[in-house]
């Protein structure tokens, strides 16, 4: 029996493994859409209920409350999602299925870089229906599509350099439900101690503080500034710099110990 | 290039708490099927897992087909396929996809990857099922379709941990007649099982080890053959004779025989089978009345509980 392989080791393999396990990923996704719940369901109600829950009390009213909860909801929908890069990672691992990924004649990294390229695909989605869900409850963004467009581009950058922070947590962790709770805790701080759902000068002066410096501030503000008003501000600035900077801490040491784990 | 599919040096593998491996030295032929037989816990899968590049060696030396494993992995990896003791495909993904993804994993490309699946298919006889969910599938589907993932490119050497533990006999048969194909082939396989028969019908050659160590190695007659006492049994038809038989037995050739729990075999073994007829005379004169007798070489199992106890 002869061997059919002559497998090259190169940059261009490299990025064919990396695209087949992308598309693994999605092959997953597309024989069991629950698993994009948390990207479309969520959003859209969290969307409403946050809308006519709050808009009164915080904007006098829904439609002027939608300026500042669609960013919001969308950058902490994204934020969600990203965590899922982390579960998923940890659901790989306990299964028999990273034994043969490691057995195989690909680069070692391409199953942890194949995850998170093809959570790419949940952010669009996940920009998609919060937007969506927005446009319909009245929201206009001034700026227009095009700006828009740069606006959730930037944010879907933002969900890429965290999820990196969830992979790390997922290759540390024992059980995926162990991640699940790590990771609602820390949406949820981060999202609510941010200007995402309300104005930054409602509150107390010590959470002011902590907010203003929370990177999911900068990240709303820079996508309020791009949708709205068509601006790069510095707040965009920050947000990417902050993002390669997480990026260039963390990927390493992900990598590092994703690579003593397998 | 060499002759061998496998050769290790004294490898060992060290955990925190345990040496799982502790210096095994094998050679595997080409073309060969190599049996690794021992019981839960003995290392078996830690060995394979460090062949298949899986887990470091901590120390000695592994070399498949000449290429040594802690140093050309990569070239290592296209050598070898491995099914592993639990089902190592993606549960939510259909037969084809699976095939698909492990063949482009490997090197081919999308439509190469495709032929060769349906190839596998085909063979293994999943072609109905192939867009099927895996979860769908009995487990000897399963089995079968973790196998052909292993075949994909065709790799010359095949590793199979417990490839049919957890199988019914039928499904079980149906396993053993796909790998001799693969061995006929021309592959080499090395397989670990805790099923002596399995080893008895499989392997050309075989190691027994226990506690990460080898306790004995060869052909499955040469391993048999080690026991090398042919085993005389005699059942009796009343229990109460059985004693008395006993002692006779002592008497006569200075033998301890074995009762049997339900005390009416007694089991003698015998260097020489000369004394039977003697045995059996002498008995039936004292009135022992013999119901059946037989003779018998030790089986697998005998030989592997003399050799782990």
């Known amino acids: ?262 | 290039m060499t002759e061998l599919a496998v050769s290790t040096k004294k490898i060992v593998k060290e955990f925190p708490n345990k040496r799982a491996v502790d210096g095994i030295s094998l050679d595997i032929k080409k073309g060969e099927i190599f049996g690794i037989l021992g019981p839960n816990g003995a290392g078996k899968t830690t060995f394979l897992r460090m062949l298949a590049t899986i887990t470091k060696v901590s120390k000695g030396k592994a070399m498949i087909f000449g290429k040594d494993v802690a140093k050309d992995a990569r070239k290592v990896r296209s050598l070898i396929g491995l099914t592993g003791q639990y089902a190592t495909i993606d549960e939510e993904l259909t037969a084809m996809e699976n095939l698909k993804l492990f063949g482009q994993l490997n090197g081919l490309s999308a439509s190469q990857s495709k032929a060769r699946a349906l190839e596998l298919l085909n063979q293994f006889s999943l072609t109905e099922a192939k867009d099927r969910p895996i979860r769908e599938f009995s487990g000897g589907m399963r089995r079968r379709l973790d196998l052909s993932v292993s075949l994909i490119v065709k790799p010359p050497l095949i590793f199979l941990d417990e490839p049919t533990t957890g199988l019914d006999p039928r499904t079980r048969g149906e396993m053993w007649e796909v790998i001799r194909n693969l061995a006929s082939n021309g592959a080499t396989i090395l397989l670990t099982t805790q099923y002596l028969e399995e080893a008895d019908q499989l392997a050309d050659r075989l190691a027994i080890i226990n506690h990460g160590r080898i306790i004995s190695q060869g052909t499955p007659n040469e391993l048999k053959s080690l026991l090398s006492d042919t085993h005389f049994e005699i059942n009796l038809e009343h229990m109460r004779d059985a004693e008395r038989a006993k002692g006779l037995i002592k008497a006569e050739i200075g033998q301890e025989a074995m009762i049997s729990p339900e005390g009416t075999q007694l089991t003698v073994k015998l260097a020489d089978t000369k004394v039977m007829t003697r045995l059996l005379v002498d008995l039936t004169q004292q009135d022992i009345e013999i119901k059946e007798f037989s003779v018998r070489k030790p089986t697998l199992d005998e030989v592997f509980l003399e050799l782990t106890k």
């Open chain 1, 1 to 262: 029996m002869k061997s059919m392989i002559s497998k090259q080791n190169n940059l261009k393999s490299a990025l064919y493994d990396i695209v087949v396990m992308a598309k693994r990923n999605i092959l997953k996704i597309k024989h069991n859409p629950d698993k994009l719940i948390d990207v479309t369901v969520i959003p859209i109600f969290f969307m409403i209920v946050f809308s006519y829950l709050f808009g009164g009390a915080i904007a006098g009213g829904v439609q002027g409350y939608l300026p500042i909860i669609v960013p919001g909801i969308l950058i902490q929908t994204l934020v969600m999602s990203s965590s899922a890069t982390g579960t998923q990672l940890r659901e790989d691992l306990d299964t028999g299925v990273f034994d043969r990924f490691k057995s195989l004649p690909i680069v070692r990294i391409a199953p942890l870089a194949g995850l998170v390229t093809s959570d790419i695909l949940r952010y669009v989605v996940a920009a998609f229906f919060s937007i969506g869900t927005g446009f319909i409850l009245g929201w206009r963004p001034e700026a227009g599509v095009g700006w828009l467009i740069v606006a959730s581009l930037l944010a879907i950058f933002g969900a890429c350099a965290i999820s990196w922070v969830f992979a790390l947590i997922g290759l540390l962790s024992k059980s995926a439900a162990t991640i699940s709770s790590i990771s609602t805790m820390v949406t949820m701080m981060m999202s609510f101690l941010s200007n995402a759902f309300v104005p930054i000068d409602t509150l107390p002066h010590f959470l002011q503080i902590v907010a203003e410096h929370n990177p999911i501030t900068y990240l709303v503000t820079a996508f309020k500034d791009l949708a709205n008003h068509g601006e790069f501000t510095s707040s965009a600035s920050m947000t990417i710099f902050i993002g390669i900077i997480l990026v260039m801490i963390v990927a390493p040491i992900t990598v590092k110990i994703y690579s003593r784990k397998i």
